[in-house]
């Protein structure tokens, strides 16, 4: 498995994230809700704004052949309502999305994006990571618990009404 950052120029892959955030939200919210929630156009927009310019990273998993199994978007967030308050926020690692196909799960393909995410949160020396996934997510749940993640907050997706639960983990050196 070889993991490989996204540049702009990666245009093909590019699309193909962003199919496949739609295959998450249609996967997590059902096909009613999470197939209509963005268009195509708007989810391709979304992975090309992580790549410009901005402390983020979109990483691809490729298997052997070079085919995408795997994806993961993160980067360094300041907490937007402390923000809006004018309150002191400080940076924190946000993983805001991951994704493998059926073929290749539980094959570890996850738990590689998603130490992945960690050290380059480090790299960038935030003193925490998250998430975000709706409550009945088990196997995000699973693969955050099992890499130290604890719920730190819940409340319902303004979109949906899901009840989403933020996982959250200290990082150290
Ligand atoms: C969640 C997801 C990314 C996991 O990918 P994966 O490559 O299969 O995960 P891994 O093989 O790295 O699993 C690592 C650990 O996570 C947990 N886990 C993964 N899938 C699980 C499942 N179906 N049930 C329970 N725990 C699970 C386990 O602890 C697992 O370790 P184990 O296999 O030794 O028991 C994948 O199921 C997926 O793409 N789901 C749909 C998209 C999605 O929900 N994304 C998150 C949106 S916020």
């Avoid at 070889?2 to 996967?27: G, Y």
């Avoid at 940076?91 to 992945?116: D, K, M, N």
């Avoid at 319902?156 to 983990?169: A, D, I």
Wanted: some cysteine.
């Amino acid at each position: 498995m070889l993991l490989r950052p996204l540049s702009l120029a990666d245009t093909d892959a590019i699309d193909l994230v962003a199919e496949r955030m739609r295959a998450t939200l249609i996967e997590v919210e059902g096909e009613e809700a999470g197939g209509t929630m963005y268009s195509m156009d708007w989810l391709r927009e979304r992975v090309r704004w992580h790549l410009d310019g901005r402390a983020a990273e979109v990483v691809v998993a490729a298997d052997e052949a070079g085919v995408i199994v795997g994806h993961t978007i993160y980067r360094v967030e300041s907490d937007a309502d402390s923000v809006t308050a004018g309150l002191h926020a400080a940076p924190f690692g946000l993983i805001s999305t991951t994704y493998v196909v059926p073929e290749a799960r539980r094959l570890g393909v996850a738990q590689r994006l998603l130490a992945h995410a960690e050290a380059w949160f480090l790299e960038c020396r935030v003193p925490f990571a998250c998430t975000w996934t709706s409550e009945t997510n088990m196997p995000l749940i699973g693969l955050y618990g099992r890499n130290g993640y604890v719920e730190s907050e819940r409340g319902p997706n303004q979109l949906t009404q899901t009840m989403m639960v933020r996982l959250t983990k200290a990082l150290s050196a």
